[in-house]
């Protein structure tokens, strides 16, 4: 039902791929310090991961492969940017939780290489493996992980200042 809309509406992907951002940044400064809630968003996020990747899709496919391509998704590239954004919330709240954008980011990465692996050689899920969506899905933990490292950044100011002040006030 989500994708028949974003498929009619292509447009609003771009906004939409922007209001995953914002709601992770705004939970991600509210819960800044609470590392085991963000270990638990980040576990919550990885359901619809799975869900869109790894639930079988009702048919089987007959052959075990992988559609070789790397495109950069345009704004009218519905999947493409489905893609950005589904890898995006679990490494942000990942990398915000392990204070280790780094290894969230080859984690994010390694983890969609898994599901394309996966997709190839187990036809009977009924999805097809594509290194587009390995490309995309990475591109979502990058942007998962500078948004994790400005949120840490604007923590980090925001106690700096709030130490500096008191310190002042003392």
Known sequence: MITNFLLDHSALVPVAILLVALVCVVLGLLLAGRPRVLWALAGVSLVPVFALTLVPAGRTIDEIGCTVQFALPTLGAVELLANVALFLPPVYFAALASRRPLTMLAAGSALSAVVETLQAFVPAIGRACDT???????????????????????????????SSTGAMSS
């Open 132 to 162: 587009n969506d390995w490309l995309m899905n990475t591109l979502g933990a990058v942007l998962g992980v500078l948004l994790a490292a400005g949120t840490a950044w604007l923590v980090g100011r925001r106690a700096q200042s709030g």
